[in-house]
């Protein structure tokens, strides 16, 4: 049985267009399916607004009615604006029955300064850190969803009551089918993700030496000037994933650290084989349908991945259907309202 409507208050201040902001959009108008009263409060600037927008949410101001199965936007500040916790308490004043929703450790901090214990989700294994704002912050939490068992694991240890924690893995859809992309002749390596440190690209880099196979790396961040020139080629943010995809002949995901991985659960879906770091949530995300190795191994990873280029890995297809029954965006969205419904 379904829990009884209710009444949410989303803050994402984020200016980036990741896996948290692409699972919140999917959260959101599956609650609103599921008849729920919603506001998705976000920079009118950021690519969130815009895709809700496209979707048929509708941009409201402060004090618009939150009504059943409908999605309200509100304007917030972006960033680490100083009001945003002014804006936050204002929220809180306009919507005394809401439950607050903390997307982003940012928003996290802002619900708390501005006296309320929100649901937080986290995406991300690494530790919390010990000083006393970011303690006053998780006790202030009404329930913690993480994105895997290892998130869970890694938040009970730190301190947090098992009680408050739910997890709840991430909804991914397959990418639509499209032509392969043009990336030349020959077997191709493929990673995604943002060129950030925890995404360990540094390693990948290191395993394509000798690996006799070009491989490819979509997504921008700031490490793009340590990465430049050094034997793998940086496309950028690219809009045609799938394309990249049907063109892989293996995809690789180095990360050191990683709540669960959504690039991973496409790539499955999109029948491509996988190699990857045993990091955070990833095994769980993989089971027996991929290779795994220890992170920061470039010989490792050199050598998994050239297994599999061989054809010595897991059945592609058995792994699709592993991740298409595992990673649902209905079993995302139930989950998430579950946990909801717990902390209200």
């Avoid at 390693?203 to 793009?224: D, F, K, M, N, W």
């Avoid at 943010?237 to 496409?266: I, K, N």
């Avoid at 699709?320 to 595992?326: S, T, V």
């Amino acid at each position: 049985m379904a829990p009884s409507p209710l009444s949410l208050l989303h803050l994402d201040t984020a200016m980036e267009d990741r896996g948290g902001q692409r699972q919140l959009r999917l959260l959101a108008l599956g609650l609103a399916a599921r008849g729920h009263a919603q506001a998705v409060c976000c920079p009118p600037s950021s690519p969130l607004w815009a895709a809700l927008l496209a979707e048929g949410a509708q941009p409201g101001a402060l004090g618009a009615p939150l009504r059943p199965g409908a999605l309200l936007l509100l304007p917030t500040v972006r960033g680490n604006d100083p009001r945003g916790a002014l804006h936050c308490w204002r929220l809180r004043q306009a919507y005394p029955d809401a439950l607050p929703v903390a997307q982003t450790p940012h928003a996290h901090g802002l619900w708390v300064a501005a006296g309320a214990r929100p649901v937080v989700h986290r995406r991300v294994d690494f530790v919390p850190g010990g000083d006393p704002f970011t303690r006053l912050k998780w006790s202030r939490a009404a329930r913690c969803v993480c994105v895997s068992s290892a998130v869970a694991e890694v938040m009970i240890r730190w301190g947090l009551p098992e009680a408050r924690v739910s997890v709840v893995f991430d909804g991914v859809r397959a990418l639509p089918p499209a032509p392969p992309a043009a990336l030349g002749e020959g077997p191709v390596v493929l990673a995604v993700g943002a060129l950030v440190a925890h995404k360990d690209h540094e390693t990948l880099v290191r395993a394509a030496q000798g690996l006799g196979a070009p491989v490819y790396i979509a997504g921008e961040g700031p490490l793009r000037p340590r990465l430049e020139g050094r034997g793998v080629t940086l496309l950028g943010q690219r809009p045609d994933v799938a394309a990249l995809l049907a063109r892989a002949t293996v995809f690789v995901h180095p990360s050191r650290e990683e709540g669960m991985g959504q690039a991973v659960v496409e790539a499955m879906l999109a029948g491509v084989p996988v190699v990857a770091t045993a990091a955070g949530g990833v095994p769980e995300v993989i089971g027996e349908h991929g290779l795994l190795v220890p992170p920061g191994d470039p010989d490792a990873l050199r050598a998994a991945i050239q297994r599999a280029l061989a054809g010595d890995r897991p059945d592609p297809e058995a792994a699709r259907r592993w991740a298409a029954a595992r990673f649902s965006v209905e079993a995302m969205v139930e989950a998430t309202e579950a946990a909801y419904a717990a902390a209200g």
